[in-house]
């Protein structure tokens, strides 16, 4: 897995205006395939009227998954040059969709390309990245009596504390860098007086 990627803040749109033909970019961050063709199934239905919903996605925090469609645009002037911003700006786990409502002016080839790719550039501008990074997690099972100083001591020492759920014991999840897990064993154990347990869990990503 990679150590850390980074993708859109926030879905949102922003529009651009060329010769008269508005560009909206709708961005969202997107787990899956099936995500990202809701999302651009969402778009399409909200802008039944306008003439191209061209879209990109790239998924896998190594980007391995890369679709582009020009939907109806001259052949490699909109889902490419859209697909190629998101590469470029190193974003991933992210769809975009730019529709096009057409203002009487043809733009050319070059005038597309340009106009859909800084579509996508601009949103992303607006819109923000935050950059995620790989996590093992870890459940940390303690007494009710010394749960709340503990999550608190999380919390200052700057852990990603994740999910408290109480019952006969409380149980912290936390997310810890790889490198970091025999530190904080040996820091709960120290903290606790060693009355805590700790179990370790599979990987996940989580805000830097």
């Not at 190594?62 to 889902?79: C, L, Y």
């Not at 057409?102 to 790719?117: C, Q, S, T």
Request: charged fraction near 25%; glycine fraction near 12%.
């Amino acid at each position: 897995m990679q150590d850390q990627y980074r993708t859109v803040a926030r879905a949102g749109v922003h529009e651009i205006e060329i010769n008269k033909s508005r560009f909206l970019c709708a961005l969202a961050p997107a787990a899956t395939e099936e995500e990202a063709q809701a999302f651009i199934a969402r778009v399409r239905k909200e802008h039944p009227t306008a003439r191209h919903h061209c879209f990109a996605y790239v998924l896998g925090a190594d980007g391995s998954v890369q679709k582009a469609s020009d939907d109806g645009e001259p052949s490699g002037t909109a889902g490419v040059p859209m697909l190629q911003m998101l590469v470029r700006r190193e974003v991933r786990y992210v769809v975009a969709v730019v529709t096009r409502y057409f203002g009487g002016v043809k733009l050319g080839a070059g005038g597309l390309i340009r106009a859909y790719g800084g579509a996508v550039g601009e949103a992303l501008d607006v819109l923000g990245t935050v950059t995620r990074r790989r996590f093992r997690l870890a459940t940390v099972t303690v007494d009710h009596q010394r749960a709340g100083k503990l999550e608190n001591d999380l919390r200052a020492t700057g852990r990603a504390v994740r999910e408290v759920s109480y019952g006969a014991d409380v149980r912290i999840e936390v997310g810890l860098p790889e490198a970091e897990v025999e530190g904080f064993r040996a820091w709960l154990a120290d903290t606790t007086a060693g009355t805590a347990g700790l179990e370790l869990g599979g990987e996940a990503y989580g805000d830097a």
